[in-house]
């Protein structure tokens, strides 16, 4: 269990709805696929999501890699994964997927595919 801080101000599901601009529901998914655990208030007795300016901020950065494409699948992989990321990272990454989309360009599954469309 989390020790919260006296200090640390908290904000409801709908506040970060609004800061975020995304919905309550959209909040709720990303608890229930486990990108996010935010506190639970136990004095109500629905208890209430409550959300300190660190999850806020990664819940930016979640929002932001969604804008980009990136699936709350991928985003588990990632969370869980470990990777090392470093400078070469994206390049070797992108050479590898152009190098694996010229494969499949040039594969007969991909011409038979192309020709049924």
Do not use: C
């Not at 989309?101 to 991909?110: Q, R």
């Amino acid at each position: 269990m989390t020790l919260l801080a006296k200090d640390v101000p908290f904000y409801q599901i709908s506040q970060v709805s609004k800061l975020l601009g995304i919905t309550s529901d959209r909040l709720r998914t990303y608890e229930e696929e486990g990108l996010i655990k935010p506190y639970r208030a136990k004095h109500t007795k629905d208890g209430k999501r409550l959300f300190t300016l660190e999850e806020i901020e990664w819940l930016e950065i979640l929002r932001e890699l969604i804008k980009l494409g990136v699936t709350i699948p991928v985003i588990r992989i990632l969370i869980s994964s470990k990777l090392k990321i470093g400078k070469n990272f994206v390049q070797d990454k992108d050479e590898q997927i152009i190098n694996l989309i010229e494969k499949m360009y040039l594969h007969p599954v991909y011409k038979k595919l192309l020709s049924s469309i």
